[in-house]
T-cell receptor, first 115, second 113 residues
Framework: AQSVTQLDSQVPVFEEAPVELRCNYS??????LFWYVQYPNQGLQLLLK??????LVKGINGFEAEFNKSQTSFHLRKPSVHISDTAEYFC?????????????FGKGTKLTVNP | GAGVSQSPSNKVTEKGKDVELRCDPI?????LYWYRQSLGQGLEFLIY????????KSGLPSDRFSAERTGGSVSTLTIQRTQQEDSAVYLC???????????FGSGTRLTVV
């Protein structure tokens, strides 16, 4: 079975500062990894995903994440955040090719961007 | 439709009553999922339908919870004899084997009073 740990429940940052939201996973098989964003009072939206190939994945809104197999991590980064990035971010994992399509989610990280 | 549609968006019910939550997935998506989101608890998996296969019900918290998917499309999540701890946002998502990622609906916020 897979599990996901998001190490920070809340991350406050100032506008235009860089940010990293941490995600570690546990799995005995190869995995697919995802980051979702949930803006206030909205559903979840896919930010980016890692399936295979390049370990650096670029997503929407200037976010990127790097898959590190040896450290079982998939941290999300943005070099310069905006007020509009204030939201909750969820990391998720599922077994890779041929595995169950069921996603296991972390508990989320609330990013607050202050002026 | 263009997205995953859930109804109602909000539901307030009295403790002990039954409720039905509806999800209309994206046309052509073979997989449908229900999750529950409680404050500070992240997303809790409830049930997963894939095509004509038997659903994965491993996340249903008790036998008061059930779900069905008719004709491989619309799904209904039923909670019988609701309890206050059932209060949460219930999220539905759908996917296909190509995109390898879910499209979520906006959720149903259930409040049991």
């Amino acid at each position: 079975a897979q599990s996901v740990t998001q190490l920070d429940s809340q991350v406050p940052v100032f506008e235009e500062a860089p940010v990293e939201l941490r995600c570690n996973y546990s799995s005995s098989v190869s995995v697919y990894l995802f980051w979702y964003v949930q803006y206030p009072n909205q559903g979840l939206q896919l930010l980016l995903k890692y399936l295979s190939g390049s370990t650096l994945v670029k997503g929407i809104n200037g976010f990127e994440a790097e898959f590190n197999k040896s450290q079982t991590s998939f941290h999300l980064r943005k070099p310069s955040v905006h007020i509009s990035d204030t939201a909750e971010y969820f990391c998720a994992v599922r077994p890779g090719r041929g595995g169950s399509e069921k996603l296991v989610f972390g508990k989320g990280t609330k990013l607050t961007v202050n002026p | 439709g263009a997205g995953v549609s859930q109804s109602p968006s909000n539901k307030v019910t009295e403790k002990g009553k039954d409720v039905e939550l509806r999800c209309d997935p994206i046309s052509g998506h073979t997989a449908l999922y229900w999750y529950r989101q409680s404050l500070g608890q992240g997303l809790e998996f409830l049930i997963y339908f894939q095509g004509n296969s038997a659903p994965d019900k491993s996340g249903l918290p008790s036998d008061r919870f059930s779900a069905e998917r008719t004709g491989g499309s619309v799904s209904t999540l039923t909670i019988q004899r609701t309890q206050q701890e059932d209060s949460a946002v219930y999220l539905c998502a759908s996917s296909n084997r190509v995109i390898h990622g879910y499209t979520f609906g906006s959720g149903t916020r259930l409040t049991v009073v």
